[in-house]
């Protein structure tokens, strides 16, 4: 297995020249926020290891909450430039294959960054300006573009045997099936029609910290658990009284606003999001924070690692990443469908999980004992959450026209061609996947 | 909760008129706003009180380019939702989820787009043989100083059917008039019902998720507000939305004769194959509208509750079941229209069960089914169907035959009421009707709505698929696009005190 990884590169730009920067990155575009795979500046499409990539402006239109909400003085954080991307394999490789293969094109973006000169190393610039996610989620460990790609080449082809045999794939029980596609694959990859790579061995370094990681979480949290119950009195009378008092700020996003985000939205099955909001002041919030999203990129880690987080089987790859001291949060994800669906899928899906980490940020719909109401107010959780969203300058995917459900019925579909005997029951189920 | 005022409520929201089989709907917009201002006050608009006499019936709706021109403040205006001020073709994105592209495309549409955008519709129900005097009656009186007519569409009685033969209109919503219905923020509901809360389809009352839809509320010294009611939510503001709703209205032109041709070629010119596969694509039966599922045998809330014993056990029979007794689509395939439109699903699957199972439901294991929990929950996103037919009807066997010169165009005014539009109208016919990823599928939009444009990355979006028990799938490939849209527009329904207020306002 090729364990994923993710980079995220922030840096302030020259703030005058901020036009100039979007007009470039709308350059890389075959349609308003969609990557063309082929532009000359980043040629993702190139790089076989890239599930996701996006630039973001973070710019930030609720600087003022702070303020209005509680009182203390606004903020005005530097513009900054924002670079994501969600690739197979490790960090320092993917750096070092963007700077060669890429180098001229990102110097070109990168320049309207402050500190960037023409003499900069690239990739060691790249990795000095990363901020590590607190959360990081990945609809299926370990599965790279190059195996996605093929697993859809063998069901589009598998699709279309079967559509031209009709007649005879009819009379077939589900184990003939079976045994007729395999022998089709079989034949089709002799011709050099299919390709299906072997998954590569897991990296021994990466196999024992995330081992490590499996095992010391729990054992850090039960070394905790005495002084979380004696905390818990007090905990419950910190989080009560904040959200007895904290003030939802749920002002609609204007027709105009609306209509801009709008634009770049709904030309694939996936859309990009991407959210920037301040986090509530005082030290408990921050520390609670820290703390679910510990605890919630365990679980993405270990447990929601085979297509869903928690009910929702719509999100590619999401991230949590703290900004400004933990002073601020961006959230940018990939999910399937239109933002509306997006959002009526979390508030009766997540809810809960929704009201855990996001009720910590400024503005948010009143949650109560963390995890009751809060996104179940729909219009104003909507409201909040459009007003927090930014407009993605340059958004790609590796895999056009795919959903989250997609790419897990054509990994059973592989699995399915690489099992030789299956029970009767197995075939059946595996013969409804077309 | 006080009681539903019906007097101020359009009829239209509690009643189909099935009895006024007649009907017709202009589309108008403001030529001198004082006349029509003149005209509404006059206008003999139903409400939904029940009287028995009624033989005819007049409801009247308003885009928001309407209640700018009838002098509607700008500041009231904003109050409505962001969809209705942008209106169905101000925004293109909003067409793209729409599947409003392609032949669909509303710079190709009749009417509803840029100065084809109506300011009101005004629509006209009457018994058999009353339409053509109750119009007359209609126009009277300053109407044509005060609008300019820019369609008119007009309706057929097809008897109960719609132009392609299947009876319409079976599966609608069960208002809770009475507010007895009880949802709790926090708590899934385990079983699909088919009661839903009144403020789903009616403004200023509780919706599905106990709260309040936003709507334009005004202070009181507000000119003209004094002839509001008072929001149950923000006492102290008057509120334009109480009783009041969104009509959605969509004139959607159906080939009836290419869709039988279509499936006789599919089906090799047999008869009973032909209608099995349009039976499959619509997900009830030809005859009387069965569904394909079988019926459930313990009932179900707000199916079968209404009207007399025969209504009743009619009701039962053809709404009384949801999906989960056909968990691998074999006998009503996950794509055919009415599984999309009405999912009927709870907000979480396995059915009432324990605490336990629920949390592990929540977390999202404990499904047996790799579909078990794609389609989102049901109650959120349901409509209230007016539509009416038009155009010559058509039998299905006749629609084998090749056109004649000057053939009729025959369809569906579609008409919705909803509360919310961008969470049920758009909703439904973005992710569930348009969409070709819904419910696990991959390259198929809804068999009969769908536009069949090209997805980018995916080799199809023209497919039928058709599950089979214990065989490989059945696939229609090469469906084609049997429904084009040529209008729509999303109006507000206001609410005869609302009404009163938009005819006063701005003077």
Redesign the interface.
Known sequence: MTPQDHVLVIAPIKTERETELRRLLASMNSQPGQANPDNPIVPFGQFDQIHFARFVVLTDQTEEDIHTLYGLPAVHYPLTLAFFADFDGTADDFRADLAARAGDGLRQIFSFCQDFTSGTDLARWMKDHENPAATMYMNWRGRTVIEIRQENALRLQLECHIQRNQKAFSKMTPQQVHQALREFTTAQIYRSELKLDRPKRTPFGWWLRNLIHLIGVPVILLLLTPFLILYLPIFIYQLRRRETTDRQYAPRVSSCYEAKLGNLEDYDVTNQFTVVGGIKPGLFRRWLMSYLLWLMEYTTRHIYIRGHLARVSTIHAARWVFLNDKKRMVFASNYDGSLDSYMDDFINKVGWGLNLVFSNGISYPKTDWLVLNGSKNEQPYKYVLRRHELPTDVWYKAYPGLTVFDLKRNTLIRRGIDQAEMSDGEAKQWVALF | MPAVDYKDVQAIVRFGFGKMTEACYFLVRVKNAAAAKEWLLRAPVTSAEITPSLRTALQVAFTRQGLEALGVPEKVIAGFS?EF??GMTG????S??LGDVGANSPDKWRWGYEDRVPHAVVMLFAYPGQLEKWKLSIQREFWSEAFELIEYLPTTDMGGREAFGFVDGISQPDLDWEQVRKVS??RDQLSYGNSVCLGEFLLGYPNE?D?Y??RPLLDPTAPGADALLEAADHPGKKDLGLNGSYVVIRTLKQDVRGFWQFLDKVAGSRRLQRYQLAEAMVGRTLGDGAPLVPVSSSSMAGVGNRGDEATRKQDVRLNQFTYGADP?GTACPFGAHIRRANPRNA??PGGPQGWLMHLI????FGNKD?RA??V??TR??RLLRRGREFGEKLDPDDALHPAPENDSERGLQFVAVNANI??QF??IQ??WIV???FD?L?EESDPLLGNREP?????FANTFSL??N??????I?DVPQFITVLGGAYFFLPSLRALRYIAVAGI
């Open positions: 962001t001020i942008t925004d293109p994105s909003r793209r989820r923020r926090n998720y709260r839809t936003d691998a907000d979480i439901h929540i977390l999202g790799l929990d794609l989102s929950s959120f996103h961008q969470r758009e909703f973005n992710a969409r070709t990823k696990g991959t997805v980018p990355g995916c080799p599950p089979q214990g065989r490989v799938r059945r696939r490939m």
